[in-house]
C-alpha cells in the first residue's frame, strides 16, 4: 500500500465522523463520530511516520499516546453520559442543553 491510500483512508474515516458528529441527536452517536474523526487522525500519523521516518520511534509513541488520550477520554465521555441519563432521562444533545450553568 502507498502512503497515498492510507491519506485516503484517514480523509474518509474523518469525512464520515464529521457527517455522524454532525447530523446525529444522540449523545452517544455524537461521541462515535468523534471517534471516527481521531482514529482518522491517527491512522493520517502513523502513516506519514511509516512512509517518512519508519526508523525513529518518535511517530510510534505519539501514536500510541494519541490513542491511550482517545480511549481515556470516551470513557469519561460515556461515563458522564451514562450519570446525565440516569440522573435526568436525557439523552439527546437538545435536551442536554439545558444543563448549562
Do not use: C, H
Not at 455524537?30 to 474523526?37: D, F, H
Not at 490513542?67 to 460515556?78: D, H, K, Q
Not at 446525565?84 to 450553568?101: M, N, P, S, Y
Request: hydrophobic share 60%; glycine share 10%; aromatic share 8%.
Amino acid at each position: 500500500m502507498t502512503l497515498e491510500s492510507f491519506l485516503l483512508l484517514a480523509a474518509a474515516l474523518f469525512a464520515i465522523g464529521v457527517y455522524g458528529a454532525l447530523s446525529q441527536q444522540s449523545i452517544v452517536m455524537l461521541m462515535m463520530g468523534l471517534e471516527l474523526m481521531i482514529n482518522g487522525v491517527l491512522v493520517a500519523g502513523g502513516a506519514f511516520w511509516y512512509f517518512l521516518a519508519p526508523t525513529a520511534a518518535d511517530g510510534q509513541v505519539l501514536v500510541l499516546v494519541a490513542l491511550t488520550v482517545m480511549a481515556l477520554e470516551m470513557a469519561m465521555g460515556f461515563a458522564v453520559v451514562t450519570a446525565i441519563f440516569r440522573a435526568r432521562e436525557v439523552d439527546t444533545t437538545d435536551e442536554a442543553g439545558d444543563l448549562k450553568g
